[in-house]
Each structure stands twice: as C-alpha cells, then as structure tokens.
C-alpha cells in the first residue's frame, strides 16, 4: 500500500510517501506562509525519485488542524481535490498529534498568537481531553499539572524547542488515523476559541 502523508497546517511542510510502514521518500521544512508555492514542487520531485505517480496512491493522510488558517486548507485542498477525483482513501490526524507522535506523555504547545497558544496533553498517540485554547500564563500551569515533554512553540513559555520527526510520527500514528467518509463535507479544525478556551 502507498500513502502520501502532508501537513502544511503550521510552520513546517511535511510529505512523506511510504510503502506500507516503509518510508520512501520524504521532506521536513520549515516554510511558514511558503506552503502553497512550494508543496507541488516538493510533491512532484518527491513522487519522481520514488518512481511513482499520483495513480499510485493508495490513500492519503493529512493533519486536519488546528494551525495557521491557510496552511490547513493546502494539504487539505490538494488531498480532497486528489482523493475524490482518483477515488484514494483519505485520512487525518490532529496536528498536536503529529507532534507528539506515540510519545508516552507529551505537551504540545502552538503559538495561536496575541499571546495565546493552542494546548494539548497527549499520551500514546492519543490526546488527552481536548485541545485548549490558553493564554502563555494558563499554559505554564497546564504544564506543571500534566507530565510528559513539551514539543512545539516551548520557547513561549522559556523551555528548549525539542525536534521533532514528523515523517516517523506521521506513520507510527497510523492506529489513530480517522477514516473520512464524506470527503466533500471535511471542513478543518481551527478550533474557535469558543469553543476550546477554558477558564
């Protein structure tokens, strides 16, 4: 089986195709507000040095947000536009999953700017309650009350940014990918503050 896995919802672009758990092509870059003029170029020489072409796409996988507000609908348009055209499965994931990956424990921070950040605890692949909403103040205690690692904006908060590999998350988060039935009604997350944000 092949997948092609994209994320374009935040400040990196991330393209993996794989067979089965093998990956074999892939890019991590950080190309904040340059996803939609370089993703189809990375994509086609991605898709060249592996010797496949769009055809050969078993099923696609893309993170669904929360994140930046145009970075989301890039991989999301292309995967939507490829998938219902070619008839390929689609796939997503959170992108606090993607961050933390299988982690044991892990507490993932993105700037959501004006002095806010989205928040999430994730164990085992799996996030923990919901994704938050949280001024810098709220998020350093939400930190001291759940254990694990901190990945992503830490510098927010004044810990060390740890680096992540997003092409092995991306596969190894596979028992948590959330099949999309309807591709035409798959909308993104960008988690509205009120909807998440919690006192």
């Known amino acids: ?12 672009l ?25 993703i189809f170029v990375e994509l086609n020489r991605l898709l060249k040095e592996t010797n496949l072409d ?5 099923r696609v ?4 947000g929360p994140g930046s507000y145009t970075g989301i609908r ?15 499965e ?11 990956g299988i ?19 994730v164990e085992d692949g799996q996030i923990q309650g919901n994704t938050q909403i949280l001024t810098l103040d709220e998020v350093k205690e ?20 740890q680096k992540v590999d997003f092409l092995k998350n991306f596969i190894e988060l596979e028992p948590y990918y959330e099949k999309v039935e309807n591709i035409h009604a798959l909308v993104p997350d960008y988690l509205k503050e009120s909807d998440s944000y919690k006192v």
């Open 1 to 12: 089986m092949i997948s092609l896995c994209m994320d374009s919802a935040y400040k990196q």
């Open 74 to 88: 890039i991989a999301m348009t292309i995967a939507k536009v490829l998938c219902s055209q070619m008839h390929k």
């Open 61 to 64: 996988i893309i993170t669904k």
């Open 142 to 161: 939400f930190i001291e009350t759940n254990t694990g690692i901190v990945l992503g904006d830490a510098d927010l908060i004044g810990q060390d940014v």
């Open 54 to 58: 769009y055809k050969d796409i078993d």
């Open 14 to 38: 991330v393209l993996g195709l794989y067979k089965d758990k093998e990956l074999l092509a892939g890019i991590s870059l950080e190309a904040f507000k340059k996803q939609s003029e370089t």
């Open 90 to 100: 689609l796939y997503t994931v959170s992108t606090m999953q993607l961050y933390a």
């Open 103 to 121: 982690e044991k424990q892990a507490n993932v921070i993105l700037d959501a700017r004006s002095q806010r950040a989205y928040v999430a605890h």
